[in-house]
């Protein structure tokens, strides 16, 4: 009988705990499902999604960052390192809504700045430039996309509602509304829109074959005078 009765308060317990985790956490729930059409239910992102997992113990970890205590602070981000392979140093200041697909090898230094409803790709860095303490990594704005294996990199700003394309290197600041794409990265025109969180990676212009184009048309309009 009374191990019947432990064995109904660690369930009990742990039923709880995952109830409180899905009311904290309903905005990063959401997002995935809204943003990744491989998630079917609520509960397949909470029990299964290593980026909910490195949020849910970033938050954790940066309590114990803002209180202080760095070591176990940084004791539970290297935890959530080797659990889900996504690296976030506690000092990091993340938003509401954050998705991280898939997740592995993805990096986000000490002074990052993440907005609201930011969706990261696997492979991204939000590195650091040089050695001081002060800010030397990337803010990002609301409503960000950043493309499988980008690099934002030192104190820049990409406004809200950029998208960063895949592979791309980021060493300046990114205006609202902006496509970003290429290594160094530059902008990109989109026919006058935005790149939404549908995310139609294929469909990205490149600024350079943009630029080459508009020079063939100039020369060509010469050509006819």
Request: aromatic share 8%; net charge positive; hydrophobic share 45%.
């Amino acid at each position: 009988m009374i191990f019947l009765i432990i064995v109904g308060l660690i369930v009990t317990l742990a039923v709880l705990k995952f109830i409180i985790l899905a009311i904290l956490f309903y905005p990063e729930i959401k997002a995935t499902l809204n943003r990744d059409p491989a998630a079917y239910s609520f509960f397949e992102v909470l029990f299964l999604y290593q980026g909910l997992h490195a949020i849910i113990c970033h938050r954790i970890a940066h309590f114990f960052y803002k209180i202080k205590l760095e070591f176990l602070a940084r004791l539970l981000s290297q935890f959530s390192r080797h659990l889900t392979g996504i690296e976030i140093h506690p000092g990091a200041e993340i938003g509401r809504g954050l998705f991280i697909d898939h997740g592995m090898s993805v990096v986000i230094g000490e002074t990052t700045v993440i907005g609201n409803n930011v969706t990261l790709y696997q492979g991204v860095t939000l590195g650091g430039t040089g050695k001081q303490k002060a800010k030397r990594h990337p803010t990002l704005g609301d409503n960000v996309v950043v493309g499988a294996g980008a690099k934002i990199l030192g104190n820049i700003v990409v406004s809200d509602n950029s998208y960063i394309g895949a592979n791309a290197v980021v060493i300046k600041d990114v205006p609202p509304n902006s496509t970003a794409v290429g290594v160094p990265a530059r902008l990109t025109k989109q026919d006058g829109k935005k790149i939404d969180t549908s995310l139609d990676h294929i469909h990205i212009l490149d600024p350079i074959m943009q630029q080459i184009e508009e020079l063939k048309k100039r020369i060509e309009k010469l050509e006819e005078h």
